[in-house]
């Protein structure tokens, strides 16, 4: 089995620098105690022997000149004794005492005649030369060891020199003391000095995690700030800054790009749909005449229609029906050219009063046949500065609409109000309102409120979107209300 990856602990780089710190000083502390107990005693040692090397040395050259036995001289013997903390004693071969130190003289010229006399095995040699020796050995009095000098001057008198180790023991363990107390104040002191540098060093670092932190929750608006000082940290905070504002320039032009992408998708989406639509509503629209058609052609081809007047009447039909396929055709071509743009705009200076009195001059017939009384509210003509032929569309589809809806009182008016920088047309019929539900997609291509109303005067649900697509070309508003006799298109462009 794959054994599972642990994961490691977390430690700060301040804390991991500290323990470093502290340990590296513990370690020179322990190297220290190492080398004071094992070195130490040693080079103590041959600091004392060199010392009683020299006092031998100090008191031959006083014998050979003979001052050493003038009573004047036993003031400066006893302070080389003193300063060196030495025992020395100074006889004759027969063991007459010459001179001796320290206070119990006595038992210390017993001990070392002792020593001398004594001869040893155990006894350590340090130094052997023609005129003494100097040995390590214990003192069976007290069971301490010993540094014994003992040897004879130039002019033939006997002299030994001791010094205790316990006095370099006393010594060693004043400087071990001393090294542990030194060491448990460094110690300290290296801790709180290590801790103090390790928060400033590692301050700008912990800032910058916090920041790459940040950045990896794409949060790009904390920023490093750079120190008085800088170093090769505030250097790497500068670089994150930049990093981070070029990723977050990056993140919002990919955002942007996803937005528009979004756009793309969703218009294409709508694109597609409404091209299924579309030729699910023209071949809808189409297949009635295109049936009518058929029929009655295959009919005047069968013979049906035996009579002129039957073949009048069979003939018209597929005329009409043609007429209006025609006439369907060309309103969506209209209708493609204006939504998808193939066709620009051609904004001229043109009378819209008199446009508005010539088309509906040009319907007068309509009008008349169905019995509709028409008023004008006008007022001044109006000059705009638009697109002639795409007002001609609208006004004449809202024209069409309102007679063929028209009832009840048969009436229709079209009014005109002129603004500060805009012009609003109004037509009004007289008849059945409008579903507040029907309202909103009255502009939508081959939506049809009575269908069957709708094919008797030979309409394709086609018009208003061509309205819309109008307008929406002028930059100009449109809209429809019911009144509670009737209903009221209109729309409004610019001058």
Known sequence: MRSKKRNKPFIGIRRQLVIRIVALVVFILLMFWILNTLLMAYLYRQEKVESMENVYDQLNEASLSGALYDSGYDAKFEQISYNNNLDIVISTYDGSILLSSGKEKHNTIKRLQNAILSNKDGAKSIVHTKMYDITLDEDEYVNDNFLILTGTFSDGNLVMIRYAMENMKVALGVVDRTLIIIGLLALVLAFLLTEVIARRITQPIVELTNISKKMSELDFDVKYRTRDSKTEIDILGEHMNTMSSSLENALDELQEANKELKKDIEIKEKNEEMRKEFLSNVSH?????????????????????????????????????????NKMVQQLLSLNELEYGVNSVEMTEFNISELIRSLVNASKILIENAGIKLSFEMGEDVIVNSDEYLVEVVFSNFLSNAIHYCKNENIIKVSQVEKDDTVLISVYNSGDTILEEDIERLWDKFYKIDKARTREYGGSGVGLSIVKAALESLNGKYGVYNLDDGVVFWFEIYK
Do not use: F, H, N, W
């Not at 049906?304 to 069979?314: F, N």
């Open 285 to 325: 629209e189409l297949k009635t005449p295109i049936a009518l058609i058929q029929g009655y052609a295959e009919g005047l081809s069968e013979g049906m229609a035996d009579d002129p007047e039957s073949r009048e009447y069979y003939c018209e039909v597929i005329v009409d029906e043609s007429q209006k396929m």
